[in-house]
């Protein structure tokens, strides 16, 4: 009997958190249709370019309307709890960051049970890779590369950056190099899975299908790019990482923001540059979808922004100048959005 309730509370919380999803994207579909519009539409996204010879070896790329002078560059790896990540799901992101003269390129990679975290990795480095050597091509500025990850994206970036870190320690030889990436941005991610592993448990990505997705326990020290950068034999490959900065909500229960918190400590107290920026009282998807489709100024985008365009005066006086992006949902239907959600 314990069994079948068991089953029975399993088979409550999945359809529960299945009508809720259903419930918070109709609350956003206006928002959607309108960057699904552009997404298809528009003469300024480049979808489905092929970087490697898997299925889902595929990128888009944002570009700016106007294309005078090299732009900066964002590799963005898109969340999805590595099980339903697209590449789409950056595409609010990519098209509000383009306007502001930036080029985005989201890189698709392969899911579980299509691959396993080892398999992620390698194609967001192979995706980097691909960025890193023909973006000039597309108007891009190979010297001003920023990597960035949101979710599940922001711990399959870190595992590729640090991957690569060691590579390079080592002496391999690699067709990518970290000292390439100006800076790496992670959005709402996890760094220590020893410390989230009962919290993904408990969420409804059970411990099983997790520990499938990370090859097994005995793997997660080396998908825990947190427990890494500690290990004493990686010294040499953390001091050659970029600038870090960890993005987070306080009100974040998918992954809490004591992750990013924790993890810009520790690559503090290593010497790296690092630090981490919590948003009071917003969500795992408020940084994401919500804030950006309500328009106007957000304080996570200015941010990203500023950043990104530290050090060009030029670009910084044009951001102070630009429209506040266009309201994409009428408030009440955010608002039940974030009631609903089940992230």
């Known amino acids: 009997l314990s069994n079948h309730l068991s089953l029975f509370r399993v088979g409550y919380k999945w359809i529960t958190r299945f009508l809720a999803l259903g419930c918070y994207a109709f ?16 003469k300024q996204i480049r979808r489905g370019i092929v970087y490697g010879d898997q299925p889902r070896n595929r990128l888009d790329l944002y570009l700016p309307k106007n294309s005078d002078g090299p732009k900066p560059v964002v590799a963005f790896i898109t969340g999805g709890a590595w099980i339903i990540g697209y590449k789409a799901w950056g595409s609010l992101l990519g098209q509000q960051l383009s306007e502001r003269d930036i080029i985005v390129a989201c890189i698709d990679y392969r899911n579980f049970p299509q691959g396993t975290i080892g398999d992620m ?36 970036a870190a595992c590729a950056l640090l991957e690569q870190a060691i590579k390079e320690a080592n002496g391999e030889k690699t067709s990518w190099s970290v000292s390439q990436m100006k800076s790496y941005f992670g959005l709402s991610g996890g760094y220590n899975f020893y410390n989230l592993i009962d919290h993904f448990h408990s969420r409804g990505l059970y411990r099983s299908i997790f520990l499938s997705i990370m090859e097994g326990e005995e793997a997660l020290r080396r998908y825990s790019p947190e427990v890494m950068v500690q290990d004493p034999n990686v010294r040499n490959a953390v001091s050659i990482l970029p600038p870090i900065v960890l993005f987070h909500g306080t009100a974040d229960y998918s992954i809490p923001s004591d992750s990013s918190k ?45 950043m990104i365009h530290a050090g060009d005066s030029e670009a910084l006086a044009k951001d102070a100048k630009a429209h506040p992006r266009k309201r994409l949902v009428p408030e009440f239907m955010l608002k039940l959005a974030r009631t609903v959600s089940p992230f």
């Open 27 to 42: 609350f956003l579909m206006p928002g959607f249709f309108q960057v699904g519009y552009c997404y298809f539409f528009s």
């Open 121 to 156: 990795v390698k194609d967001a480095s192979q995706g980097i890779s691909f960025v890193c050597n023909n973006i000039a091509e597309y108007g891009g500025d190979p010297n001003r590369i920023y990597l960035m990850g949101q979710s599940a994206g922001a711990h399959i």
């Open 262 to 306: 924790s993890f810009a400590e520790t690559l503090l107290s290593l010497g790296v540059e690092a630090k981490s920026i919590l948003y009071e009282g917003k969500t795992h998807t408020d940084l994401f979808l919500q804030d950006p489709m309500r328009g106007g100024r957000d304080d996570m985008y200015e941010d990203l922004v500023g």
